[in-house]
């Protein structure tokens, strides 16, 4: 199957604008954790702008990541293949 490069990025930005309201609804409601697991994500210490290289970072990343990209992922598959759908019966 070949993918169509138009619908897929209209997914792909779909997506990550739904993705970008949620983070900036969890950044709004609870500040101090986003805080600690964007810097987790980072590697750094947010408060002080340092590198934070801790096991617990480390694993607190790895977490977050994998969950941001299977989400995302599973998102784009799913508004690009309703965007195909769509193309197919319309």
Same mark, same amino acid.
């Given at each position: 199957?070949? !993918?169509? *490069?138009?619908?897929?990025?209209?997914?792909? *930005?779909?997506?990550?604008?739904?993705?970008?309201?949620?983070?900036?609804?969890?950044?709004?409601?609870?500040?101090?954790? *986003?805080?600690?697991?964007?810097?987790?994500? !980072?590697?750094?210490?947010?408060?002080?702008?340092?590198?934070?290289?801790?096991?617990?970072?480390?694993?607190?990343?790895?977490?977050?990541?994998?969950?941001?990209?299977?989400?995302?992922?599973?998102?784009? *598959?799913?508004?690009?293949?309703?965007?195909?759908?769509?193309?197919?019966?319309?």
């Amino acid at each position: 199957m070949k !993918l169509n *490069a138009n619908k897929f990025a209209l997914a792909a *930005a779909i997506s990550f604008a739904a993705l970008w309201v949620l983070c900036t609804l969890l950044v709004a409601l609870l500040p101090s954790q *986003a805080m600690h697991v964007s810097g987790a994500m !980072l590697h750094s210490d947010m408060m002080t702008w340092q590198w934070d290289m801790r096991w617990s970072g480390l694993l607190i990343g790895l977490v977050a990541w994998s969950i941001t990209a299977g989400v995302t992922a599973w998102l784009i *598959a799913t508004i690009y293949n309703r965007l195909i759908a769509g193309g197919r019966n319309g």
